[in-house]
Each structure stands twice: as C-alpha cells, then as structure tokens.
C-alpha cells in the first residue's frame, strides 16, 4: 500500500531526546510532561486513526507563558511541535511525528469572560467547543460553529481547522464567528490579534491563522462572537426515494434563495445506522433523508417550511415529519451527530470531506456510488448538504491490510471527483496527513508556493506540525 | 480501531472479548469530555480514550502491567460515564474490568498500597468486621490530619474522615426472614441485605421493606447471602468476586425454587450493576452460566421495580428535591427516568442539578483510595446540588450518600425513604 508519509525525523533531535526531556521537565510543573515510552503510545494518533507516529515527549501547559517557554525551547534547539486539542481531527492534524513534542491544550479549559454587553466569550483554548454554549445557554445565547464533534473538540481544534457544522449554513463557520485570539509564535513570542469587534484593523491575520492547521503557531485564548438564540428552532424530516432527489432538492431550495439554519443529508445506510443509536423516528422506508432545520417566531418557521415543502414536493418528497416536541428535536440532532461514531458499530471507517457546487450534488453521489463499487467496499453518506460539503464514510475493515488500502484509494478517488466537479478537497476537518498528497490536484505549484511562503513567514524552520498539509517535496528550503 | 494480537492470545476468552471491544472503539475522543478524571486532571492518559489505549497496548503486547499503566487505570470511577457517551458502544466496563484482572495478576504493588487495598477487601464485605473497623475510627478520629500527612498513609487518613461519628445499632437492621404482604400478595421479591449499607443505614432496606409489604408485595430476606462481590470485583481479584457471586446465585435460586421470585430487590445502585453483570462474569463457568444469567435478568433496582406498581399522584408537598444520580444508576444500569417520576408523582419538586453526568467521587472504595481526586469532585458535585437550592439530596446509592454528606449539611436520604415517606410510612429521623 502506498502510505502517506511523515518527514523523516532528525536524527539530532532524536539523539538529543534525553536532554530534550530533562529540560522540559524543567520548564514545566509537575505532572504536566508526559515521557515515559509507555505513556507516549495513547497520543500517537487523533480520529484518523489509521496513522500513527509516537512523538518524543508531551507538554501540556497550564499557562500562556508555559506555553510560551515550551516553544521557545523548541524553537532553539529545533525540536518540531506538533499542537494537539482534543484529538477529533479526522485529517490526522494532531497525528505527532516521533521527534515531535506535542503541545496539548487539554489542561487550559477554563472559560475566561462572558461579555453579554458585547455578545463576546473569552475562553482558553482547551475549552471544548459545547462547553461555550452550555456557559451561556441559561443566558439565551449560543456559540454557533457546531462541529458534530462539538462535545468534545476544542476551540483551539476548531480554529486550526475553521471547522463548521450543521448550522454553519446560517451563521458561517469558525472565522465567521472568531473576533480574537492570543497566539503563542514558535519563537516564544506571544501576540493577540484581533480584538471583541467583528474587524479590527490592519492586515486580517486572523483569518490567516484560522485555518492555519497548528503551522503558524499555537492558540492559547480565543475571543468568540456569542449569538442570541433564536426565539424558536424546529427540525423537519424529509424522506427521497432516491439520493439524487434529495441532492436536487437541496440544490434548489438554496438556489431559490431560502437558508434554512441547517440541511444535512443522511442516505440509506447512514439512516439505518444513526436510527440503531439514537432511536430518533427517523423514516426507515426511504434511500435518502433530509434534516433541514428552520428557526424564528412560529410564523417565520411556518412561512420558511412551506416554501421548502413545496420545492420538496417537485422532487417526490415521499415523507415529510415535522418533531413534536423538544426531546424529539434533541433525538434527531444526537442521531445525526452521533452518526460517525456510531458507525463504528458495524465497521472501521475513514470519514472524506470533499465539497462540491451544490448543482453537481446529485452527480458527485452517483459518481461516490460508483467508485465504491468498483473497490468492492461499502458507503454511507451523511453531510452538510446546505453548504455541499460532502462527507462519504467509505467502511473497511481495518484488520485486512488490504481492504484499508482499498478504502484510503477510494476515498482518493472521490476526493478528485469533487475537485473535478469544481468543489475543493476540505469543506471543515482540514488537509491534515490525508489530504496533503492531494493538494497538487487542486492547486498549481504557484498557489501552493504562495501559501508556502505565507506559512514560512511565521515559522521559517518549518517546525510547527512540519509534515502536514504541504506535500513533502517540493517544498522550500527551512 | 486495527488490533493486533495473535490467534494464540485470542485462545484466551478474556483476550478475545476484549479484541473485540477494542475493535469498536473509532478513536472519536467524544468519550474524554464526559470523564471526569480527564475533566479534572486534564491528561488523555486519564481518559476512557486514554486508558482504552493503555490496556490495549499492554494486551497486544502480552506485557505484565506496570507502574505507568497501573496509575492510570486506579485513577478510573469506573463510573462508566464513558459508555453512556460513546457513539459506537464501546464495552469499556468488561475491557477494563479485564485490565483490572490483569494488573492483579502481573503486577506487585508497593506495600502500603497492598496493605490498604488488603484490608479494604478483608473488611468492607463484612458487616461485622466493617462495623468494628467503624467503632475503632471514631476513636481513631483524631489522627486523621496526621496519617494524611504522609502520603502512602493518606488513605487511610480519608477512611477516618468517612467514618461516621456515629453509628446506628444493629438491631435496626432488616434480619434474614419473610416479611409478608400487608394485604392480598400481589407479588413476591427477593431483598439484597448488602455489606456496607447494612451498617451505615440500615433505615434504607427498613423503608423499602416497609414500603413493599404495604404495597402488598412479599419480601423475603434470604439467609446465606454474602456482599455481592463489587468491591472486589473492582479491585481485580476476579476469584474473591466469582465466589460471592456463586454463593448468592445460590441463594437466589433456592427462594425462586421455593416460591418463585418476580424480582430481586437491590437499593444500591453499585450492587445492582454488578448484579446484573452475574451472568457476564460467570459466562465461563459451565455450571454457573445460565444459573448467573437467570439472576441477572431478575436483579432489578427498587426504582425500576417501584415504577411497575403504578403508583398513584400524591399532594404536593412543598420540598424540593435536587435528584443525585449515581453513577451506576445512570450508567451502569441506564436507569435515569425512573427515580425522578416516582419523586414527582411521591409530591416533591424535583431538581436536575447540572453536570448530572460527572460522579461525585464516591466510586466504592475510590474515595479511600484517591481522595485527592475523590475531593475535587465532590466539591464540585456539591457545589453544582447546591445551586437548585434544594430542601433534600435523594440519591439510590449508599457510597454517594456517604460521600456527599461529608460535604453538605443539606440532608442527603435514599430516593425509597422518600418514597416510603409520601406512600403512608415514617418520616425519615433527619427530616425531623
Ligand atoms: C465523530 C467526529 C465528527 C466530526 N464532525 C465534524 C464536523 O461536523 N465539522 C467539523 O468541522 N469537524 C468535525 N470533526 C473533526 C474535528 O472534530 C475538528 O477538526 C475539530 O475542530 C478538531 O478539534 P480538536 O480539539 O480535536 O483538535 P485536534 O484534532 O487536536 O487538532 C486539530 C488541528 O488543530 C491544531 N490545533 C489544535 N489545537 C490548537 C491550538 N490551540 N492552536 C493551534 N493549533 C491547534 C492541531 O495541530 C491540528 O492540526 C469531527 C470529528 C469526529 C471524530
Ligand atoms: S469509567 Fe468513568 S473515570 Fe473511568 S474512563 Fe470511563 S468516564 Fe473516565
Ligand atoms: S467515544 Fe467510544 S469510540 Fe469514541 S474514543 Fe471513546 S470509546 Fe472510542
């Protein structure tokens, strides 16, 4: 099989691993620096599970400054850092390197400052993305990025990745609601960008360290933007005799112009499998199913759903359930955002997360039908249809070496389908391990040298999370 | 997840279940929010994720256990709040219960460890050493800041803090015996007596007991019965546990055998979630397999038990009741509706207070064994029952009562007292 590769570790760094530890040691408190061998193996992988490098040693800060110290460190003797948040990546972004020191947030989880006046929180970057939400839910307010992973991801994770989620169709993803964030440098410095306004001024570094993939530095406090919750939010089911329907059907609902808060997409398999766990009322007769959620005054809900049912209706809806009551709502939310996990009860699985012009929706599903097939391997899809990010789960079994060559072709090839469609290979879980190889299929060398010298401009040693998202060769010279 | 272990490994049952566990596991992380080792302290290697990979690791690898591993896995509840959250129902209970199994046979622990885990499992399952162990704390009180003060002794110090200053008499305890229905017999259960709770609050099998025969149900407290074998079972001295296990099955299927049995009552909810596991337990064990696992499908919680009797609205009352919910109620057994319906039809407000889902620490002998730990989240706990303003702490599980009642003075009762209460009993004494 032609696994992705790492960088091959330096051997001086490897060599000087005992130094390397003594001195962190130093720098950090107690029970902050994990080492022993034993003890490094759990944080050898994130949720791409397939790949695995155990890195040299652990820190995990409890403060800026410590931070701040472990990076300078790094910095000066040239030890790669690689950040980790809660490990949720499904790219292999927090995968280490073994001559890596992993940075991991996990012990900065406090939330800092709720600001009602300026509808802003202040949180540390471990903070689990729900956990921002849940501190202000009693308030009425919410924090809108919501990842499927949310209860568990951070917001560090989330602004290495610009993730998104469901409702990301209304409110925009992670840079559309991120105002500041305070960023350690890989030479020690600490800087903040940004502030509690929607713009601040000058270059908009912000958006370049948003999606920047833990290469431009390590986020330590974020400044989010806090949303008044919607006077009422109802999720309604629609059921397709067949995928391409639905796909047609999203297509011209956000071509008509309404934006719903949410439309996810869930096909045959995916619908059997979220229903086994959440027991949510899902439809069980249908090939594909739609989730689109409407929010605002009764009124507003009503006048929204009756446009879509309408649309719906060309497109042979066969079923259409509005959720009565509040446990019911939460039952459809948890189904669909349990739906990879709970995948795993019937198989491993790598999870793609291509996105396509919403028109080639129904195309790029047949065209994932058919590349399946052709390797032999099974398919479920479900995904933010609103905003056409794909995310086909190609199931394998991770014990026959050669079905999980199969599935990582597979989902290749459906990647290069979306990019062929005119979409892009990342819609939200970032370019990782696994899609690094990929990007000259997207992007001209130029592109990518532009994007390389931008990163360069932060971290010149290529130090920080070096073997990601840039393909290893032609890149310049450190 | 990919394992790797060689047929000859999964010749070994415990191996092959446990491949099979770690085969589901998709490496998610959503496990890590909701522990609350990994909530306190911060690490994944003290996270369900974590821990998953620890065990997994040292099994692939056929390696005894060793100090990394051992440390990491004694700071686990086994709360089993982890399985609740996980998506794609990973059986983190049997792997870890393996894991336990393990360390006991590979691993020596340090000697003052070996001694408190030794005299833990030499006193707790037996109510008569438990109570004079009790008696010799009250007089031991005293010395409790100081054996705190050096470390391998800390636990020791944290028993004393436990111990009640004082302690109910014997006599109040339900003895073996029938106790017959007040009434026609609509039915006819067994009742675990229990080690612990016995002699700590022998009110709570008092008002089930009452509560029950009032109801016109049979209640028969079987002789021979021994502590269900949790406390060790959780220790990893798997034999010590098999054997309490086979001597209730026993008991057990000679009242069904006798007059048959619609139910056997357990008010702990840490006893019931090993009860139930019986059959799981005994699975190897060609005599005892289908015998366990007749017992387990019989084992019920006296909520769960409570709620098929139908029992009608009562006025309110005017008290508000914040609803603990122990951990092997809520994860353990999935028993999260119950309690709370009979509270509000028994009359009470009931309060949820927030993060439900975190232990208080109690966790069996966990709160002796980590009381660091163990403090942290009982402040935390207290601190979030607290804020519903409550005029009563209810809860179905001995250890969170003890626990918590060391860090409140908000009265803390077991949800059948008040429901004995509402439905013609006593008034529980603390209330008064
Ligand atoms: C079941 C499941 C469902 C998911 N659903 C979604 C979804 O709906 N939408 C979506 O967008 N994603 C989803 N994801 C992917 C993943 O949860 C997100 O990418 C998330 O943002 C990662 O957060 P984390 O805290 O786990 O970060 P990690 O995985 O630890 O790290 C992610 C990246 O960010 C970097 N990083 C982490 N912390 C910092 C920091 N403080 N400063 C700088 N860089 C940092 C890392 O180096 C890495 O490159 C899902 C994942 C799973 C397992
Ligand atoms: S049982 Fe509890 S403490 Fe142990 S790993 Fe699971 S959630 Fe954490
Ligand atoms: S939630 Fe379940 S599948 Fe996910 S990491 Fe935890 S145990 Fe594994």
């Known amino acids: 099989m032609d696994q992705i590769g790492f960088l091959e570790p330096r051997p001086a760094v490897l060599a000087r691993r005992r130094e390397i530890v003594a001195d962190l040691l130093d720098l950090l408190p107690e029970g902050c620096l994990v080492h022993e061998p034993r003890e490094l193996v759990p944080f050898e992988t994130d949720a791409f599970v397939s790949y695995r490098r155990v890195p040299l040693a652990v820190a995990l800060p409890e403060t800026t400054a410590q931070v701040a110290a472990v990076l300078k460190y790094c910095h000066r003797y040239g030890v790669p850092v690689v950040p980790r948040g809660a490990g949720t990546s499904l790219s292999g972004g927090a995968i280490p390197q073994e001559d890596a020191v992993v940075v991991g947030l996990s012990k900065m989880a406090r939330i800092l400052e709720v600001d009602f006046a300026n509808r802003t929180a202040t949180v540390q970057a471990g903070v689990t993305n729900l956990a921002i939400s849940d501190a202000v839910t009693a308030d009425g307010y919410f924090y809108a990025p919501d990842p499927s992973s949310q209860l568990a991801c951070t917001i560090g994770g989330n602004i290495g990745m610009n993730s998104g989620g469901a409702h990301c169709l209304k409110y925009g993803v992670t840079t559309n609601n991120l105002l500041g964030v305070k960023l350690v440098l890989i030479d020690g410095t600490i800087v903040e960008l940004g502030g509690k306004a929607l713009d601040a001024g000058g270059l908009d570094l912000l958006g370049v360290v948003c999606g920047g993939e833990g290469q431009l530095g390590i986020v330590t406090e974020a400044t989010v933007r806090l949303i008044a919750r919607p006077e009422g939010a109802r999720p309604v089911l629609f059921g397709f005799d067949s995928s391409e329907e639905a796909g047609a059907c999203v297509a011209d609902v956000i071509g008509s112009g309404i934006i719903p808060v949410a439309i996810e997409f869930m096909d045959k398999p995916a619908i059997e499998i979220c229903e086994a766990f959440a027991g949510a009322g899902y439809p069980m007769d249908v090939e594909a199913l739609l989730i689109v959620e409407v929010e605002g005054s009764e009124a507003e809900m009503d006048a929204m759903l009756a446009s879509i049912i309408e649309i719906a209706r060309r497109h042979g809806v066969k079923v259409v359930k509005e959720s009565q009551s509040a446990t019911e709502a939460a039952l459809i939310w948890k189904g669909r955002k349990s739906a990879f996990g709970a995948t795993g009860r019937i198989a491993d699985y790598i999870c793609m997360d291509g996105t396509v012009p919403l028109g080639q929706l129904p195309h790029v599903l047949r065209g994932t039908a058919e590349i399946v097939e052709k390797y032999g391997l099974r398919v479920a899809n479900v995904f933010h249809a609103g905003d056409g990010n794909m995310h086909p789960l190609i199931l394998f079994n991770a014990n026959d070496p050669e079905d999980a060559a199969r599935a990582e072709a597979a989902g290749n090839d459906i990647l290069k389908l979306c990019v062929d469609a005119g979409g892009c290979l990342t819609g939200e879980h970032g370019v990782g391990i696994e899609k690094r190889d990929l990007m000259r299929h997207q992007y001209a060398d130029v592109d990518l040298a532009q994007q390389m010298a931008v990163r360069a401009a932060f971290d010149p040693q290529w130090l920080l999370n070096p073997s990601k998202v840039f393909p290893l060769e032609g890149r310049p010279a450190a | ?432």
Request: proline letters at 6%.
């Open chain 2, 1 to 432: 997840m990919q394992t790797n272990f060689t047929p000859e490994q999964l010749a070994d049952p415990h191996v092959a279940t446990s491949e099979k566990i770690l085969r589901k596991c998709v490496h998610c992380g959503f496990c890590t929010a909701t522990c609350p080792t990994y909530v306190t302290l911060g690490n994944e290697l003290d996270s369900p994720r974590g821990r998953i990979y620890l065990i997994k690791d040292m099994l692939e690898n056929g390696r005894p256990a060793d100090a990394e591993v051992v440390t990491h896995i004694d700071r686990c509840l086994s709360c089993l709040s982890c399985t609740t959250t996980c998506p794609s129902g990973v059986d983190y209970m049997h792997l870890v219960d393996h894991a336990r199994m393990h360390i006991e046979a590979t691993y020596r622990r340090p000697f003052w460890n070996r001694l408190t885990r030794g005299v833990l499992a030499a006193v707790l399952p037996y109510p008569g050493r438990f109570r004079l162990a009790l008696k010799a704390a009250a007089l031991g009180r005293p010395f409790a800041g100081l054996l705190k003060r050096f470390k391998p002794l800390e636990p020791f110090g944290a028993m004393l803090d436990l111990a009640p200053r004082s302690l109910p008499k014997a006599a109040g305890e339900a003895g073996p015996g029938t106790y017959p229905a007040a009434g026609p017999r609509r039915g006819r259960v067994a009742i675990l007596t229990g080690c612990a709770q016995p002699v700590l609050k022998p009110e709570i099998n008092a008002a089930t007991i009452r509560l029950l025969t009032r109801l016109g149900v049979e209640v028969v407290a079987p002789a021979g019965e021994v502590c269900c074998g949790s406390l060790v079972h959780h220790m990893g001295r798997e034999a010590q546990a098999l054997e309490a296990a086979r001597r209730n099955v026993d008991v057990w299927l000679g009242e069904i055998e006798k007059d048959g049995l619609d139910a056997i009552i357990i008010t702990a909810s840490g006893c019931g979630t090993t009860i139930k596991d019986y059959g799981f337990m005994l699975r190897l064990d060609p005599a005892y397999a289908e015998k366990a696992a007749r017992v387990s499908a019989l084992a019920k919680d006296i909520t769960e038990y409570l709620t098929t009797l139908d029992l009608p609205q009562q006025e309110a009352r005017g008290l508000t009741v914040a609803y603990h919910s122990a951990c092997s109620m809520q994860h353990g057994q999935k028993i999260t509706i119950a309690p709370k319906v009979l509270l509000k039809k028994a009359g009470f407000a009931v309060r949820d207070p927030a993060e439900g889902h975190l232990c208080c620490g109690s966790a069996g002998t966990y709160n002796i064994l980590q009381p660091e730990i163990s403090g942290k989240l009982k402040a935390r706990k207290v601190r979030n029952i607290e804020a519903t303003k409550p005029d009563i702490i209810a809860t179905g599980n001995i250890g969170c009562i003890t626990q918590i009642a060391t860090g409140t003075a908000i009265p803390i009762l077991h949800t059948v007292e008040l429901i004995d209460w509402a439905y013609g009993g006593t008034k529980p004494a603390v209330l008064s």
